[in-house]
């Protein structure tokens, strides 16, 4: 394969950059010529960012899966779209080439269609990171069907909203699903989140784990027998075929939750065409893909980033990628790089979270490993401070590969703000340059743009982006309203990320965090909302508060403040019992790493909890503020 689109320098960036502002309809019409259509739009682009209303590549008709999979298979069907890395390093590798991959999709298509499930109809998928993920997203793609993937770690409660708010028919999920020394019991939290859920038709679950789990008649199926029966049906005589769903440019792909400021998580929902094309532009420019590269994008496909860059991205560009079911301290800290070692990986994408965990174990993990085949490093998710930029840069780049600091979101599909690797310069700690087609600009809190400069002399303001990308969010599933008051509604004609930022004057951006009520833990967002609710949920617990704080190696740590009212055990017990409640409403990733006591809340006159206990002049209740700070963990 080769990409027309590819950016080999500077120059050719800048020009690109240009057009893309300047004639975005000319630009993105020839990118989109290099994708498979079975028609060609009739309009590029169309859109406000009032209602929202965004339509890229109207009237043209496709089917995302035979761009990732069936125009691939003539010139290269054997070749590995996955190399499969299980949890145990000592179990065996499974190396799944476009062929295969192309059988199973359509088996998996074959497997739904027999069940019911047809275009446009919700499949909530919960698996773990096995091949079979890839599968059912790319089966659900195949017949239309709109998937939902729900992260492993997130408990039944938060499935049961889900499920709820996207109204989904159908559940694909494993019996378990193995995560470093933990089994974790993927179908029993199903069960749980089932109960009471009258919509719910089928539960198909893979066998992963063997783990006993309750078959409920006419509900739950195995994964392997009608997998078994579906292939039956779509291989004749050695050839194998289903026919894909022609969807339309602007038909939903996919819903992801994510978390915001207020309420319950948002189901974001992007579309075909645009996405496909963001994502694989993206791929390709971002790491310089190379046919032949080996790709490692150690995120799970439960967030955007799996989605992105393991599954979407990667397969349309004909990419061999590495698939890891485990996690980056089992059975050792040298696990990244025994498989980058193993497999040869060219370029690894993983998380600043990751890297400074993997810091704390020292040099020792890296001794014997051969990590010569590295060409290129990148990081997502969270700002990569300085230290871990060098440490990454040093020990894992031996200072011969760029790193990419990109910077994006559910939101956007893909990446926004990065260097192109080995194209465009790198700056530690700094995602740099928009992507072609990206126009961000920094605005003060009245919406004007923002004048002020920080100590450095860097301007500061909050980020928001003024005209639509291919990837851009549609809609928030089933309340479009939402959608509009969340990301266009704060700032008039913008787009706002939620995002804090500075700019240097060779318009580099760097991320600062974000400037709502959502805290990054680990990479992960988490709503203070959500967490305060799932706290409250507690018998006990009158009241919350929950803020960020800097945490050596989630970048933000959970503090919690609650006022208890309940007579039951002794504090201690008490934090545990309020994580165990926050575990059974949101997941352990909502965990409050400290929880304080107090007798009130640090809230302002206006009722808005001060994030930052700094100020506390504009306090309801300075006292409070007195007796938190003589208290605090
Ligand atoms: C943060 C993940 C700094 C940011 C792809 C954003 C980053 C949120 C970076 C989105 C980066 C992501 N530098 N911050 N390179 N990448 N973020 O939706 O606050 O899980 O708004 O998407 O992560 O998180 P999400």
Known sequence: MSYPFQIKSQEQYEKAYRESVEQPDEFWASVAENFQWRKKWDKVLEWNFKEPNIKWFQGGKLNIT????????????????????????????????????????????????????????????????VPELVYAILGCARIGAIHSVIFGGFSAQSIADRLEDAQAEYIITCDGAYRGGKDIPLKSVIDDALIGNKKVKKVIVYTRTRTPVSMIKGRDLWWEDEMDHAETQVEKDGVVSFPAEEMDAEDPLFILYTSGSTGKPKGVVHTCAGYMIWTTYTFVNVFQYQPGLIHFCTADIGWVTGHSYIVYGPLTAGATSVMFEGIPTYPDAGRFWDIVDKHKVNIIYTAPTALRSLMGFGLEPLKGKDLSSLKILGTVGEPINEEAWHWYDENIGK??????????????????????????????????????????????????????????????????????????????????????????????????????????????????????????????????????????????????????????????GIYAYVIYNGKHGDDEMTRKDILQTVTRVIGPIAKPDKIQFVSGLPKTRSGKIMRNLGDTTTLLDPAVVDDIKNNRL
């Open 66 to 129: 035979e761009n990732c999979i069936d125009r691939h298979l003539k010139t290269m069907g054997e070749k590995p779209a996955f190399i499969w890395e299980p949890n145990n390093p000592e179990d065996r590798v499974r190396v799944v080439t476009y062929n295969r991959l192309h059988k199973r999709v359509c088996q998996v298509a074959q497997m739904l269609k027999n069940n019911g499930v047809k275009k446009g109809d919700r499949v909530c998928i919960y698996m773990g990171m």
């Open 399 to 556: 200072k011969k590969c760029p790193i990419v600091d990109t910077w994006w979101q559910t939101e956007t599909g893909a990446c926004l703000i990065s260097n192109l690797a080995g194209v465009t310069p790198a700056k530690p700690s700094w995602a740099t340059l928009p992507m072609p087609g990206v126009q961000p600009v920094l605005v003060d809190e009245n919406g004007k743009e923002a004048t002020e400069k920080d100590e450095h002399g860097f301007l500061k303001g909050n980020l928001c982006i003024k005209a639509p990308w291919p990837g851009i969010i549609r809609t928030t599933y089933g309340d479009h309203e939402r959608c509009r008051k969340n990301y266009f509604a704060t700032y008039e004609n913008l787009y706002f990320t939620g995002d804090g930022a500075l700019k240097d004057d060779k318009g580099n951006y760097r991320i600062i965090g974000r400037v709502d009520d959502v805290l990054n833990v680990s990479g992960h967002r988490i709503g203070t909302a959500e967490v305060e609710n799932a706290i409250d949920t507690h018998a006990g617990v009158v009241e919350s508060a929950v803020v960020g704080y800097p945490h050596d190696i989630k970048g933000q």
